[in-house]
């Protein structure tokens, strides 16, 4: 297949990735969650989080060591993908028939572990069978998961005719469809050899990355786990009803706006060789805008101010991907190391949560949102560590 085209088409495998995961963390299962607890919710949500996040970090690990496996022998990595869809299918069933705090926990618990029979795969598909001289572009692309996902999200809480189970039921039917098209076709053979790395990598390299990226998504996780608990606590009472509808709208915006930066970027990357002036760039933005909402006090505020933190998070995780998949320092290895490395998004679901539980109130989120700006700032500083890139 044309290289072009085969980005589109991984490209929307990642979309459909997103969609596993982002509509229901950010604002189907809060809901859930209040429903069941009331005024519970943050300590209940944050348990969910946390067992969700030990069952994920696992979960790529060893899916990624099986994908290895299944491609030393032959096999492939896409059946690997194939269970997993329909293991998420199931885990959403499991989440719709929760009704009780209990029951809820452990289907989360089960919902990470099948998402990341996914997802695992497919990160390594993408390490493999994407040139190197693309990874930058293709890194940008993946950050077109986050605003279609939100849009999807905005139109389920939006739509007053579709109950829960329809809600839930719907999700998986559309990851299917996005990834269907990577599990027929092949990337070109040649580009799991390609190497262009200008100073040799090592794992030394790796695990700073890691670091680094683990501290600028302890605030990714924070924010989009509890936006709708954020906005409850600046916006008055009165204007709370709509808030679940609002802030789907505002997701489709604010994660469309990085999309032609990210891809920009990432292609200027590619062109220069030079990663880290970038990711500097885009975690100096994040920082900026979480500083702006720890100081808003009204959904305008805080909306501007989100909208600022996206821009430069996404990027920052967007061109991170590309630079980490050329860290990895061995071939054979690549779903399990990348497993490990997963392991920075996986942990900050187990730092962010304890986090606002300690700092948050449910009127007050400034102390833990400014906790957050320092730990992404020390984040993006990390990289100047690693001496892989420029």
Not at 67 to 86: E, H, K, N, T, Y
């Amino acid at each position: 297949m044309p290289r072009r085209l085969f980005l589109i088409v991984f490209a929307l495998a990642n979309v459909g990735g997103v969609i596993a995961y982002l509509p229901l963390l950010t604002l189907l299962l809060p809901l859930k969650v209040e429903a069941l607890s009331g005024a519970e919710r943050i300590g209940v949500f944050t348990a969910c989080i946390t067992a969700g996040a030990l069952s994920a970090s696992g979960a790529n690990v060893l899916f990624g060591w099986l994908s290895d496996r299944s491609l030393r022998r032959g096999g492939g990595r896409r059946r690997w993908m194939v269970g997993g869809i329909v293991a998420t299918a199931a885990s959403y069933a499991a989440v719709a028939f929760a009704q009780t705090p209990v029951a809820l926990v452990a289907a989360i618990v089960v919902f990470q572990f099948a998402v990341n029979a996914l997802l695992a795969p497919m990160m390594a598909i993408m390490a493999e069978e994407v040139p190197d001289a693309q990874k930058g572009i293709a890194g940008g692309m993946l950050s077109l998961g986050s605003p279609v996902a939100s849009a999807f999200s905005a139109m389920l809480v939006g739509s007053a005719v579709l109950p829960e189970a329809a809600r839930l039921a719907l999700v998986p039917a559309v990851v299917a469809a996005c990834v269907l098209p990577l599990l027929l076709v092949r990337g070109a053979p040649s580009a799991a050899v390609v190497v262009r790395t200008p100073v040799p990598s090592s794992r030394r390299d790796l695990v700073i990355a890691g670091l680094s990226r683990l501290l600028v998504q302890v605030a990714a996780v924070v924010t989009q786990a509890y936006l709708l608990y954020y906005f409850e606590s600046i916006v008055d009472g009165a204007a709370r009803g709509d808030l679940p509808a609002r802030i789907g709208g505002l997701l489709v915006l604010v994660f469309v706006i990085p999309l032609p930066i990210a891809v920009l970027l990432g292609r200027l990357s590619d062109l220069t060789a030079r990663r880290k002036p970038f990711l500097l760039i885009a975690a100096a933005v994040a920082v900026a805008g979480l500083l702006g909402m720890a100081a808003a006090r009204d959904w305008t505020g805080g909306a501007i101010a989100f909208g600022v933190y996206v821009t430069g998070s996404s990027v920052f995780v967007a061109l991170h991907a590309a630079f980490a998949m050329q860290l990895l320092p061995n071939p054979a290895h690549r779903g399990r190391d990348l497993g490990l490395f997963n392991l920075a998004n996986t942990l900050p679901s187990l730092l962010g949560p304890p986090l606002t539980w300690m700092l948050a109130a449910p009127h007050d989120f400034t102390a833990v949102l400014l906790l957050l700006a320092f730990l992404a700032g020390c984040g993006g500083l990390g990289m100047l560590r690693v001496r892989a890139w420029q």
